[in-house]
């Protein structure tokens, strides 16, 4: 009796506690801070995370790699939404693997050894530059204290995509087949076409649909009429051999189109054949992320809906064998951070979970670290039942029935931060300690009273830049960097200043320098000659009265 009481009591007093606790969807999703993230200014704007039987691993850091982790890809050791970075290998048969931003990245069915191999296309250098490369990255060997991951670069012939970046990339399954299909992107403007105020600008690629097939290395390019627009930033979700396209944003019409695309593409014995059909119901989105939370349902999380406004509102995308259906879902309690700050970048942490980054406040003393939480799509009995150690990717398609393309943040928003030093607690930890810091050698800064140089309004002075400004060292003190355009340089001087050994001192510390170096005069001393240890001397010849008078005087 006193039971059904103090029930009754509960009820009566908590009624909204109580219609909480008995309202909750296992669809309800939780946002967490993530804690304790050392070096947390790695993790940029469009960067990649991997999935390898469980474990995650980082790829796509700020910057060129270092002696600490000359690979460039990291574990990240997920415990109790703690992370921590650790070095990855590379075996002694893989290729170099240079740190790509915004690349086009998807899984596929691997080799006995490795249950799955990712597949990694174009994206951006620290150097801004293009890469139209293909790579097949797998896992080798895993232990307690070293991960050892295999990299091999694929040689393709035929219609061959372009350099790109923020395009998506997808596997496909028809009549015993597979191949993958690259679509969407952006690229600098073509060289005939540039100019120098519109150096660095660039352009929606071409919406073809390339096919590309891994076991003969061939390439094919297909032009559908239904597509007429580029796009970039979109989100691509497969299964079996179709996909989906939906959101993206357009620099031609600087549109986030609400079209949703369906590509369906047929494998006969012959030539493949690529349909589109333009469905409704899509989404004005760009730069979302998809999660997958079970086979054929996935998560829209994040993105933006404008240049200046993020998109808050989470989407649920089911797919059925011939169909889609995308319907809006309960978002998360959003922190007042997330929801004020101007831009957020994230990635897929899989299992239904979504790593979430925010750039930090400049109140702090490390302006440029960022914070990030960790968004569970998932009730918190399946997190448990299914422990994070998760998967991480930018770009997703599998051999399963679900496949899931998200992308990473709108490169618009885009953001630089400098690495800090990490916690080590042990020896596998990456630590930044010995490396050289960079910070002061950053391209944008104010090198002089008289610095004009603006990221915003730079265009190219000398032929020898593309997407920087030439920069010189000047030895004065410590030696600090400068530009060459704000020191009044000529090309034919930056040259030669480039190739000889000669230290240069810039337009402020020139007069110091020679103030300081002048040399004294110096009396110089005659040196005396050495005087020889015996003397030579000619001989003279006599005549015959000489030798008779002198025989005849000792005579």
């Known amino acids: ?10 009820f009566f007093f908590f009624p909204s506690d109580i219609d909480r606790v008995m309202a909750q969807s296992p669809n309800e999703m939780s946002l967490q801070v993530a804690s304790a993230i050392s070096n947390s200014s790695l993790l940029q704007p469009g960067f990649s995370l991997l999935n390898f039987d469980g474990h995650v691993f980082f790829f796509g850091q700020k910057g060129w790699p270092k002696r600490s982790c000359p690979t460039g890809v990291f574990l990240l050791d997920i415990k109790q939404n703690e992370l921590k970075m650790k070095p990855a290998f590379f075996s002694k048969d893989s ?9 086009a990245l998807c899984t596929l069915r691997g080799n006995a050894e490795s249950e799955y191999q ?17 790579y ?48 969407g992107g952006r690229a600098y403007t073509p060289l005939v076409q540039r100019t120098t105020e519109k150096w660095n600008s660039v352009v929606d690629c071409l919406p073809s649909v390339f096919l590309v097939d891994f076991e003969f290395g061939c390439c094919t390019s297909y ?58 119901g899509g989404i004005s989105v760009s730069s979302a992320i998809v999660t997958q939370t079970g086979d054929s349902e996935f998560v829209l999380v994040g993105g933006y809906q404008s240049d200046n406004q993020k998109r808050l509102v989470c989407n649920t995308v089911v797919l059925e064998d011939s169909k889609i259906e995308i319907v809006e879902r309960a978002s998360p309690d959003w922190t007042p951070d997330i929801k004020h700050c101007r831009m957020w970048f994230g990635c897929d942490m899989g299992k239904g979970s979504v790593l979430l980054g925010i750039p930090g406040a400049n109140k702090q003393l490390i302006s440029d670290a960022n914070y990030f939480y960790i968004l569970r799509c998932k009730g918190a009995e399946e997190d448990q039942e299914e422990e994070l150690t998760a998967q991480i990717s930018s770009q997703t398609s599998t051999e399963d029935p679900g496949d899931s393309t998200p992308f990473e943040d709108s490169e618009e928003f885009c953001f630089s931060a400098e690495a800090n030093s990490f916690d080590v607690d042990d020896t596998d930890t990456y630590n930044e300690d010995d490396e050289e810091d960079e910070s002061e050698t950053g391209y944008w800064i104010t090198c002089s009273a008289s610095c004009n140089i603006d990221i915003n309004t730079w265009v190219p002075f000398y032929s020898t830049e593309l997407n920087k400004p030439a920069m010189i060292l000047c030895s004065s003190g410590a030696g600090h960097w400068v530009h060459a355009q704000c020191m009044d340089l000529s090309e034919s001087m930056l040259l030669r200043l480039s190739e000889a050994n000669v230290k240069y001192f810039c337009n402020e510390h020139v007069d110091l320098n020679k103030g300081l170096q002048t040399p004294k005069k110096v009396v110089h001393l005659k040196k005396q000659p050495m005087k020889p240890l015996r003397k030579k001397t000619t001989m003279k010849l006599t005549t015959p009265a000489k030798k008779s008078f002198l025989r005849r005087l000792f005579e």
């Open 118 to 134: 990712y597949i990694i296309h174009g994206g951006k250098t620290p150097n801004n530059d293009l890469s139209d490369k293909i």
């Open 1 to 10: 009796m006193f039971h059904v009481f103090l029930l009754w009591v509960v």
């Open 136 to 183: 097949v990255m797998s896992l080798v060997s895993k232990n307690s204290k070293k991960t050892t991951l295999q990299c091999v670069e694929k040689d393709l012939g035929g219609d061959v995509p372009e350099a790109r970046y923020g395009h998506t990339i997808n596997v496909v399954h028809s009549r015993g087949k597979s191949m993958s299909v690259i679509f």
């Open 95 to 103: 290729c170099y693997l240079p740190p790509l931003r915004y690349p």
């Open 223 to 280: 032009v559908l009429p239904e597509l007429q627009d580029g796009l970039a930033f979109h989100v691509s979700v497969a299964r079996n051999d179709t996909i989906y396209i939906l959101g993206g944003h357009s620099l031609q019409n600087n549109t986030r189109s609400p079209s949703l695309y369906k590509l369906k593409v047929d494998l006969p014995l012959g030539s493949p054949a690529v349909t589109c059909t333009i469905l409704p």
